[in-house]
């Protein structure tokens, strides 16, 4: 099975790529950007030495579905998808803040709350809750953006008082991150799931703000299953999700945090094809459409350019 892990091309008016830790992104002109969905996937701020097959196919088209379904909540920047793993938008100065939003206290937010912790970015948290329980309401998490490293917990007050973003985008993008989350639950609801937390991007085009990057991926979101979770929550027993959640669980099984000294484990060919049929089936249940596998993957990077350059052809004609 074939896997695009590494891109170079050259566009027609390229200025800059930015290779991220999944996403290689190109700008095109300072005005248009061609994002990539490699099939590169990172757990714990580490990039896995291998690639997983239709990945990024299954992030892209995950991605662009939620884009199109939540353009009436806020403008975005996506154009098209010319190709399974690419899509296309307008370039948008980014804010260097992620919105997390969290409907349900569970991953970190557990781990720090099971610590003592009360109080996440400002938020307080009641006290007695358990894990996997609903908050009262849906609460935000911001984080910084780091190019390297963790991202690191930020409140509203302080992103407002360091100038990352001014009080009166920050209303905006609060609303925003509200609304789509809420859109997002109504969706996963009728694929019988519970969108549990997620993050979203934002940036600035024009005077307006705008969502970018991906939304309701697997990789930016946790998602339960519905059917069972109060059973679950109940007895006190892991919920059935899905998200990337499951690779970080075979990582920290195999003694791997990302922590000094720790050694990476081996990810076998037969470990990569099962990471891939989890996605695949990630896609599937939060889509609720068969994935199709019959593009070309005879040579992905040369499907992907030739899909690419005719689109770009196209706006300038």
């Known amino acids: 099975m074939k896997a695009l892990t590494k891109t170079d091309f050259h566009f027609e008016g390229q200025k800059s790529v930015y290779h991220g830790k999944v996403r290689d992104v190109y700008d095109i002109n300072d005005d248009l950007l061609v994002m990539v969905a490699t099939d590169r996937i990172s757990a714990f701020d580490v990039i896995l030495p291998k690639g997983i097959p239709f990945k990024g196919q299954v992030l892209n088209q995950i991605a662009a579905k939620f884009l199109d379904a939540t353009a009436d ?10 190709d399974p793993m690419v899509t296309v938008g307008v370039k948008c100065e980014g804010f260097r803040v992620e919105m997390i939003i969290r409907g349900i206290l569970t991953g970190s937010a557990w781990r720090d709350y099971k610590n003592g912790v009360r109080e996440i970015c400002g ?6 809750m358990c894990e996997n329980e609903r908050f009262p309401e849906p609460i935000i998490t911001p984080t910084t953006k780091a190019d390297e490293g963790h991202d690191l917990n930020i409140s509203r007050e302080e992103i407002i008082a360091q100038g990352l973003v001014s009080e009166e985008d920050y209303k905006v993008m609060e609303d925003y991150t509200r609304r789509l989350f809420a859109r997002g639950q109504e969706i996963a609801a009728k694929q019988g799931l519970i969108l549990v937390d997620t993050k979203y991007e934002f940036g600035k085009r024009d005077g307006k703000v705008y969502l970018i990057d991906e939304i309701h991926t697997p990789d930016s979101s946790r998602y339960f299953y519905a059917d069972g979770y109060e059973e679950k929550f109940a007895k006190g027993e892991p919920q059935k999700q899905l998200s990337k959640e499951f690779v970080r669980q075979w990582l920290i099984e195999h003694d791997f945090m990302n922590e000094p ?9 037969e470990y990569a094809e099962s990471v891939s049929e989890r996605y695949i089936e990630l896609y599937e249940k939060i889509v609720g459409e068969k994935f199709d596998k019959t593009i070309d993957e005879s040579d992905i990077a040369a499907r992907i350019e030739k899909n690419v350059t005719e689109f770009l052809g196209k706006l300038k004609s």
Do not use: F, H, S, Y
């Not at 806020?74 to 154009?79: G, I, Q, Y």
């Open 73 to 82: 909540i806020c403008p975005n920047w996506k154009l098209a998808t010319p």
């Open 123 to 128: 938020v307080r948290l009641p006290d007695g």
């Open 261 to 269: 000294g720790q050694t990476m484990p081996e990810i076998t060919d």
